[in-house]
């Protein structure tokens, strides 16, 4: 039990007559003892806390930057009823700094033997699980001059998701894939290595496609039309060590490489292809296997939330040897990583060979857009010196991309906000080439 402000503003105010009444002590004494009583009655009237029951409903999942309402129950099953302030305690990245106070502080009545809602609202700042904390109660009485607190445990997890920002590409990606796949008017000759369908020659088609044996049996020219092939197993690996963890912008690199990858799974599941997931360091921290085209994205999505950049320096034949566990036939594997000189020269390239041998290879990196600005810098010596220094990183990543490019790696190097578009761009490209 406590002693509330206003009960202590009311004993204040009846100690002022110190110095006018004698003895001393005794008018004290006279004038507080209807307030200790009042505070003895009020404490009395108030509703006991650890009677209370609490439950808790609402959003289980919420993608970064939306919110998540969680509603919490009170049931008041005393015979007095509970005028109360509640505290529902989250971590505090489950909201931004200015409505932490706001949000996560109600008042409520409940009359006796009956229940009440409140809802907090959550607005996550980061990904991963957000787990309720403590509810802290102070239940007052009529007069509001004592009350009881407690605490009560309700548990609840919100699982952050990725934001996918990057579907916002989406539509012009199935366009140009409808294009491919020859469903839209737009037909274009000599891409894709799967047989579609026959139609009537028009000038200009390619003679190679002719189908003399369907012409003999019509009186029209028949041409084979093609599309990409379908069914194909495409294993996104995602390289969680430490130089996934350099910040580029406001967020992690991996933040930019897992945006990526939802991407290209959303475009290459439309496609018909298979899409798998495998999150890697020094141990396997996600994998996703086996999705059908409807329930892979979810899948992604989930097991993407709650990954988190490791601090230690990625095993890549480990990495090798697992991606080739996971994909025992032919696949197209896409490495998120860095395109740093030591990374790769002392860890990708020696192992590289046993994965471009049966399967093929792309490489997505996230490109950090100062680089490129202090690139341009003039002005002063200093800012000479910062395009020098930002020269050589840029002709280091470049030599680093040629190496991998000689060993049969299609690389793709591009700033957070390039990479998504530019990865289903080159996945676009190799269907349209047949390679895939």
């Not at 969680?70 to 989250?90: E, G, I, K, M």
């Not at 407690?150 to 366009?175: D, E, I, N, Y």
Request: a positive charge.
């Amino acid at each position: 039990m406590a002693l509330t402000g206003r009960a202590a503003l009311l004993a204040a105010l009846g100690s002022l007559p110190v110095g006018i009444w004698e003895p001393g002590w005794t008018g004290i004494l006279a004038v507080n003892a209807p307030l200790a009583v009042a505070c003895a009655c009020d404490f009395a009237l108030a509703a006991p806390v650890r009677r209370l029951a609490l439950t808790r409903s609402g959003d289980t999942s919420v993608r970064l930057g939306d919110t998540a309402d969680v509603t919490l129950t009170v049931t008041n099953p005393s015979r007095r009823p509970l005028r109360a302030r509640l505290r529902d305690a989250w971590p505090p990245s489950s909201w931004e700094p200015t409505t932490e106070i706001t949000a996560s502080r109600h008042r409520l009545t409940v009359p006796a033997g009956e229940r009440r809602r409140v809802t907090t609202r959550l607005s996550p700042t980061r990904r991963g699980d957000r787990q309720a904390d403590r509810i802290t109660i102070r239940s007052y009485g009529p007069l509001g001059l004592f009350s009881r607190q407690g605490t009560h445990k309700a548990p609840w997890t919100v699982r952050v998701l990725p934001p996918f920002t990057s579907r916002k590409h989406l539509p012009s990606k199935l366009a140009r894939l409808r294009e491919l796949d020859g469903r839209t008017s737009v037909l274009t000759r000599g891409e894709g290595t799967e047989f579609d369908s026959l139609r009537e020659y028009v000038p200009g088609d390619d003679t190679r496609s002719i189908d003399w044996r369907a012409t003999a049996r019509q009186t029209t020219v028949a041409v084979r039309t093609w599309r990409p092939e379908r069914d194909r197993h495409i294993l996104l690996v995602l390289d969680t060590g430490r130089t996934s963890a350099g910040r580029v912008g406001d967020a992690p690199r991996l933040d930019a490489a897992m945006d990526a990858a939802l991407l290209l799974a959303a475009l290459a599941s439309r496609a018909g292809d298979r899409v798998d997931l495998l999150a890697y360091d020094r141990k396997v921290r996600a994998l996703v296997q086996g999705r059908t085209a409807g329930d892979v994205l979810p899948a992604l999505v989930n097991a993407m939330a709650t990954l988190e950049p490791e601090l230690v320096e990625t095993n890549a034949r480990g990495l090798t040897a697992t991606a080739l566990r996971t994909s025992p036939r032919r696949s197209l594997i896409v490495l998120f990583t860095t395109l740093d000189a030591a990374p790769i020269e002392e860890g990708l390239l020696p192992v590289l060979s046993q994965l471009t041998q049966r399967h093929m290879v792309l490489l997505a990196s996230v490109a950090d857009p100062h680089i490129s600005e202090m690139a341009k810098s003039r002005g002063n010596v200093e800012a000479v010196y910062e395009a020098a220094a930002a020269a050589q990183a840029q002709s280091e990543r470049h030599r680093t991309a040629e190496q991998l490019r000689r060993h049969g790696v299609t690389v793709v190097d591009a700033t957070p906000d390039d990479l998504a578009p530019a990865l289903a761009d080159a996945y676009l490209a190799l269907k349209a080439a047949g390679r895939l």
